[in-house]
Nanobody
Framework: QLQASGGGLVQTGGSLRLSCAAS????????MGWFRQAPGKEREFVAT????????YYADSVKGRFTISRDNAKNTVYLEMNSLKPDDTAVYYC?????????????????WGQGTLVTVSS
């Protein structure tokens, strides 16, 4: 129901735009998040946007470089990634949650996409 795309290979300092398209249900009332998982590491929070699109939160490691946005009319969430670093290399997942629990915890999300690989070369 969530399809992430837009990953690829990019050089340090480059940019990518990830998309997460929802199908099967309307996610306009869900908070949406992006997480990532590097090889040998746990999945970690990257960014989240509330259902209204008015409030966003970012991990300190990506603040000022990444921007999350959503288009509820298109049932799509985006992650604009700039000034990419090798440490950003990971599989990126989009996820959706309802309710008022913490937006930063993977365990609070109800739906997950399949992930898209981002590789940043040095």
């Amino acid at each position: 129901q969530l399809q992430a795309s837009g990953g690829g290979l990019v050089q340090t300092g480059g940019s990518l735009r990830l998309s997460c398209a929802a199908s099967g249900r309307t996610f306009s009332s869900y908070h949406m998040g992006w997480f990532r998982q590097a090889p040998g590491k746990e999945r970690e929070f990257v960014a989240t946007i509330r259902w209204s699109g008015t409030i966003t939160y970012y991990a300190d490691s990506v603040k000022g470089r990444f921007t999350i946005s959503r288009d509820n009319a298109k049932n799509t969430v985006y992650l604009e990634m700039n000034s990419l670093k090798p440490d950003d290399t990971a599989v990126y997942y989009c996820a959706a949650k309802s309710g008022s629990s913490s937006l930063h915890l993977t365990s609070n999300y109800d739906y997950w996409g399949q992930g898209t690989l981002v590789t940043v070369s040095s």
